[in-house]
């Protein structure tokens, strides 16, 4: 019985582990698209171009935040997901409890040194 709970328990962490890998992924995948515009250092030499490149670097951090949005709502679903799990093992494990208790015998077997031979 405890080698099963293990297993799901394992299970259900690589799952876990498994979307977080997803979600980690797309945001790589989004970030170095090529039709994304992306950060540009400044150049100290040449003051004139900071405005350009400020106006373009807050837009690169704009769509970056909004990716983080739209993931932040994956985040809140898993961890959602995470806390039904864990209260389906527990009620599964206090089951799994109650139903041993019930097959105990209500009183100990009565055992003699003749019964053991």
Known sequence: MTFLINI???LFAFLIVYQLYRVKEG????TTSASSPTYQPYDPN?????AQ??????????GQMDELVGIKKEVEDISG???TLTDQVNQYMLQQATTAQQQ??????AISPSDLQ
């Open 81 to 83: 997901n995470l806390y």
């Open 46 to 50: 040449n003051p004139t171009i900071l």
């Open 104 to 109: 105990l015998p209500p009183t100990p077997p």
């Open 53 to 62: 490149q400020n106006a373009g670097n807050i837009q690169v951090l704009k």
């Open 8 to 10: 799901l328990l394992f």
């Open 27 to 30: 945001l790589e995948t989004a």
